[in-house]
């Protein structure tokens, strides 16, 4: 399918890293769509090529080979504009609060700073984060870090939120409630949502999994009993 039904299409895909013998193949010939609206769960094993696909996805990185185009989505100087990005780590900046570090992505596309604020600070509510909007970074936990950094992809309203592991490296309640805040955040905004994660409770919560493996995307296994 082409038209804005679709966000991403991946043809082909390939990262190589290195040269020679050292030469890694982080994605080979991925090969899918994202289509408006959806919810895949991108899994695999450690050094499978999840982050690396997920940084192709966003337009972060280029491939080597093959394509990866957004027929759904605005560009702007060849990138793709309405993606939000979670990463793994929680990418907070230190000197900002909390209410200007969800209000920075507004910033850096030119909305006024006080429309930025206000709809920072409407962001953090919806997230139950109000109490923290004069916070520090370093005085949040790892899960409220990731609260937040999931408050300033719903400030800057995407089509797609593409997180990497979002919940990685939260205990089993705060991870559960991390996710519950993407899955309620993206459905709020109608946004579609690529996650990778290796926790199978994550991806058995959403839709479509793509299952990677050195690199590939493995094939959907077979219906057992399927003839
Ligand atoms: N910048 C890089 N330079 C060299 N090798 C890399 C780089 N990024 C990833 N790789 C390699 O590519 C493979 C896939 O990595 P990655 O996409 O990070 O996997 P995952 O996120 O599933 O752990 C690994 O073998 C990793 O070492
Ligand atoms: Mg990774």
């Given at each position: 399918?082409?038209?804005?039904?679709?966000?991403?299409?991946?043809?082909?895909?390939?990262?190589?890293?290195?040269?020679?013998?050292?030469?890694?193949?982080?994605?080979?010939?991925?090969?899918?769509?994202?289509?408006?609206?959806?919810?895949?769960?991108?899994?695999?094993?450690?050094?499978?090529?999840?982050?690396?696909?997920?940084?192709?996805?966003?337009?972060?990185?280029?491939?080597?080979?093959?394509?990866?185009?957004?027929?759904?989505?605005?560009?702007?100087?060849?990138?793709?504009?309405?993606?939000?990005?979670?990463?793994?780590?929680?990418?907070l900046?230190?000197?900002?609060d909390v209410t200007d570090n969800v209000a920075?992505?507004?910033?850096?596309?030119?909305?006024?700073?006080?429309?930025a604020r206000l709809r920072a600070e409407q962001a953090l509510d919806r997230l139950g984060l109000t109490g923290l909007a004069s916070s520090t970074p370093?005085e949040l936990s790892?899960g409220q870090a990731?609260r937040v950094a999931i408050a300033r992809?719903l400030a800057?309203?995407?089509?797609?939120?593409?997180?990497?592991?979002?919940?990685?490296?939260?205990?089993?309640?705060?991870?559960?409630h991390?996710?519950?805040v993407?899955?309620a955040t993206?459905?709020?905004?109608?946004?579609?949502?690529?996650?990778?994660?290796?926790?199978?409770?994550?991806?058995?919560?959403?839709?479509?999994?793509?299952?990677?493996?050195?690199?590939?995307?493995?094939?959907?296994?077979?219906?057992?009993?399927?003839?």
């Open positions: 399918m082409t038209g804005v039904e679709t966000l991403v299409d991946c043809r082909g895909l390939t990262r190589l890293f290195g040269k020679g013998e050292a030469e890694v193949a982080a994605v080979r010939d991925v090969n899918g769509q994202v289509r408006h609206g959806q919810r895949i769960a991108v899994t695999g094993e450690s050094g499978s090529g999840k982050s690396t696909l997920l940084h192709l996805m966003a337009g972060l990185d280029t491939p080597t080979s093959g394509t990866v185009t957004w027929p759904g989505l605005t560009m702007r100087a060849g990138r793709p504009l309405g993606i939000g990005v979670v990463f793994q780590a929680p990418s900046l230190p000197a900002l920075l992505p507004l910033l850096l596309a030119d909305v006024p700073r006080s429309e370093e790892g990731q992809v800057a309203e995407p089509a797609l939120v593409i997180a990497d592991e979002p919940t990685g490296q939260l205990d089993r309640r705060t991870a559960t991390v996710l519950d993407l899955l993206v459905g709020s905004l109608g946004a579609a949502l690529v996650v990778s994660t290796h926790d199978p409770e994550v991806a058995d919560r959403l839709d479509v999994r793509w299952a990677m493996a050195d690199g590939r995307r493995r094939e959907p296994a077979p219906q057992v009993g399927a003839r």
